[in-house]
């Protein structure tokens, strides 16, 4: 081979032919791996597939391994877009209120609530849609669904569905998340998941429906 024509392959100003890439390593007392740029900590953890497709090139001709070459720089261009596409799918940050809690159980004074209330950030993928608070399961009354202690995000609302779950403030007594339901005879039945806890029943003038749980 001419000298003309090796300095020009080292130079780059000419494309490498991969399938003599065995001859020129055996020319030059090397390895075709250093030849091709890999480092010497990089080439004891070539895998089979690495190899496989070495072996593969080298044996085509120049055209079709410049086919091969922007194939796979289309594949990779493709597979970095991806991963920027999945770093801004990521929701941001929510600032939602905090540090409340609601009984699930015997009622809590709604008074002492407020100045309880905090603001937290949270991440967006953790906050359901709808969610206007995140609070403290303070009690047993609705388990094993939601477990005393648990954090739940509820959505302001004055009106729920019989059977919702609800946060209520009802008069002189306090608040509590209860499963609601509206009788005909113009009362509320609070009731609990927990089967120790007996229903609870109010005028319905007496209870103020807070929120929903959502699940």
């Known amino acids: 081979m001419a000298k003309s024509a090796l300095s020009r392959y080292f130079n780059k100003t000419r494309e490498f ?11 030059l007392h090397t390895t075709p791996e250093y030849i091709l740029g890999f480092k010497e ?15 593969i090139n080298k ?14 720089s289309d594949q990779l261009d493709e597979q970095n877009n991806e991963k920027i596409s999945s770093m ?29 209330l ?8 953790k906050v359901p849609a709808g969610a ?9 009354s609705m388990e094993p669904l939601l477990k005393k202690g648990s ?15 609800a946060i209520v403030h009802i008069r002189d007594v306090g608040v509590t998340c209860k499963k609601f339901y509206v009788n005909e005879d113009n009362t509320v039945t ?22 929903k749980v959502i699940l």
């Open 17 to 27: 032919p991969l399938n003599n890439v065995d001859a020129f390593a055996k020319a």
């Open 41 to 55: 900590n990089e080439i004891g953890s070539l895998t089979d597939s690495d190899r496989r497709i070495l072996r």
């Open 59 to 72: 044996r085509l001709n120049s055209d079709r391994q410049e086919k091969v070459y922007n194939y796979a």
């Open 88 to 116: 801004f799918d990521h929701k941001p940050m929510i600032e939602i209120p905090a540090g409340r809690s609601t009984a699930a159980g015997s009622p809590i004074n709604g008074e002492d609530q407020d100045t309880q």
């Open 118 to 125: 905090i603001h937290k950030l949270i991440a967006g993928e």
């Open 132 to 140: 206007d608070e995140l609070v403290t399961v303070d009690g047993d």
């Open 151 to 165: 954090q739940v995000f509820i959505h302001y609302q004055p009106e729920v569905e019989d059977g919702e779950i």
């Open 190 to 211: 609070l009731k609990s998941i927990n089967k120790a806890y007996d229903d609870m029943v109010f005028d319905c003038d007496e209870v103020n429906v807070i929120g």
